[in-house]
């Protein structure tokens, strides 16, 4: 059973940093990108990055470019999630998910999700 564990969450002030991690479990995750997405309330759930298996590739929402920086381990099936210079927009439930789909910043793209981990940003 595929299991997707975030960590690393909680409150921050404006300005601040916090590093996101999530665990893939269950079977082996060669060729899959991993990524981050999050959903404030009333909102949609959109994209943030993406880091393909080689890492060598990347990819950023515009709202996070610069200040978001997405990693992998590959031997320890795990993506992180850095996250410098945090604003209050920036508060929403975080969720890491892993997809074998070629588009790596759409979320039909992605099999598997984890349970979310929520990020508050205040003012």
């Known amino acids: 059973q595929v299991q997707l564990v975030e960590s690393g969450g909680g409150l921050v002030q404006a300005g601040g940093s916090l590093r996101l991690s999530c665990a893939a479990s269950?079977?082996?995750?060669?060729?899959?990108?991993m990524g981050w997405f999050r959903q404030a309330p009333g909102k949609e759930r959109e994209f943030l990055a993406a880091i393909r298996y080689g890492g060598g590739v990347t990819y950023y929402a515009g709202s996070v470019k610069g200040r978001f920086t997405i990693s992998r381990d590959n031997a320890k099936n795990t993506v992180y999630l850095q996250m410098n210079s945090l604003k209050p927009e920036d508060t929403a439930v975080y969720y890491c998910?892993?997809?074998?789909?070629?588009?790596?910043?759409?979320?039909?793209?992605?099999?598997?999700w984890g349970q979310g981990t929520q990020v508050t940003v205040s003012s």
């Open positions: 998910g892993v997809g074998s789909g070629p588009g790596a910043t759409m979320e039909r793209n992605y099999d598997y």
């Open positions: 269950g079977r082996t995750f060669s060729s899959y990108a």
